[in-house]
C-alpha cells in the first residue's frame, strides 16, 4: 500500500509569488491534514479536510487556502509568498476523523522563499 | 488552549542503554489522546506510540512504553535497549475530540555506539 505522498519535495520560490503544493492520501484515508514545520515555531497545524470539507483551521492568515478533492487528494496554496513561510510543509492523512485516529505524515515538501 | 511542552530540546543516550524524553501538557479536556511520533533525518513522521487518556495502564510497543501520569498531565516516552536507528527528532502530541493535533517542540535524540 502506498503511503503518503507529497509534491514536490523542494520548491524555490520568490517573495510575492505563490506557491500549490499537493498531497495524495493512502487509499481510502479521507481525512487530510497540513502543517508548517518551522525551527523557530515547530510544528503547527495549518487545517483539516475530510471528505472535501474543511474541518478545522489553525491560526495562519488569509493567504493559506487549502482544499480537498473527491478522490480525497488536497493540495495548499499559498499566496503573496514571504521569506518567512520557508518552511517544511507536511500533510497527513487518516481513515477518520477523530482524536484516536493514527495520522500518517508524508515525507514533506521542503519550501523555500528568497 | 492546549499546549504541549518537551523541555528537553536535546538528549542523548549510549547504545543499549535506556533513556527517558519529557512531554507535559495542558488541557482541560477528560477524555483526549496523546502520542509520541519520531522524525528521523528522511523527515517523514512515525507513530511511536499513543495512549487513551482514559486507559490507566501505560501503552507498550516493544522497546518503547510511556508513563502516563493524568493528574500530573505528563506523558513520558521510555526507549529501552537504545539502537542506532532510534536516532532522531522525537515530537510528543495531544489531540482531543473535534480538535486538531497539538505538537511540542521535539527532542532531539543521539545515540552514541
Known amino acids: 500500500k502506498a503511503g503518503v505522498t507529497q509534491t514536490p519535495r523542494y520548491l524555490i520560490k520568490t517573495r510575492g509569488q505563490q506557491v500549490t503544493l499537493s498531497c495524495s492520501p493512502i487509499s481510502g484515508h479521507r481525512s487530510v491534514s497540513w502543517y508548517q514545520q518551522t525551527p523557530g515555531q515547530g510544528l503547527q497545524f495549518l487545517f483539516e479536510y475530510f471528505s472535501e470539507t474543511q474541518r478545522n483551521k489553525g491560526n495562519f492568515p488569509g493567504r493559506f487556502s487549502g482544499r480537498q478533492f473527491s478522490n480525497s487528494r488536497s493540495e495548499m496554496n499559498v499566496s503573496t509568498l514571504e521569506l518567512g513561510d520557508s518552511a517544511l510543509y507536511l500533510c497527513?492523512?487518516?481513515?477518520?476523523?477523530?482524536?484516536?485516529?493514527?495520522?500518517?505524515f508524508g515525507q514533506g515538501t521542503r519550501l523555500t522563499v528568497v | 488552549a492546549q499546549t504541549v511542552t518537551q523541555s528537553q530540546p536535546e538528549m542523548s543516550v549510549q547504545e543499549a542503554e535506556t533513556v527517558t524524553l519529557s512531554c507535559t501538557y495542558d488541557?482541560?479536556?477528560?477524555?483526549?489522546?496523546l502520542f509520541w511520533y519520531k522524525q528521523p533525518p528522511s523527515r517523514q513522521m512515525i507513530l511511536v506510540i499513543r495512549?487513551?487518556?482514559?486507559?490507566?495502564q501505560n501503552a507498550t510497543e516493544n522497546r518503547f512504553s510511556v508513563n502516563f501520569q493524568k493528574a500530573a498531565k505528563s506523558f513520558s516516552l521510555k526507549i529501552s535497549d537504545s539502537q542506532l536507528g532510534d536516532a532522531a527528532m522525537y515530537f510528543c502530541a495531544y489531540r482531543s475530540a473535534g480538535d486538531d493535533m497539538r505538537f511540542g517542540a521535539g527532542t532531539r535524540l543521539t545515540v552514541k555506539p
Open positions: 495512549q487513551e487518556a482514559y486507559k490507566q
Open positions: 488541557t482541560s479536556e477528560s477524555d483526549y489522546y
Open positions: 497527513a492523512s487518516s481513515l477518520l476523523v477523530g482524536q484516536n485516529t493514527e495520522a500518517f
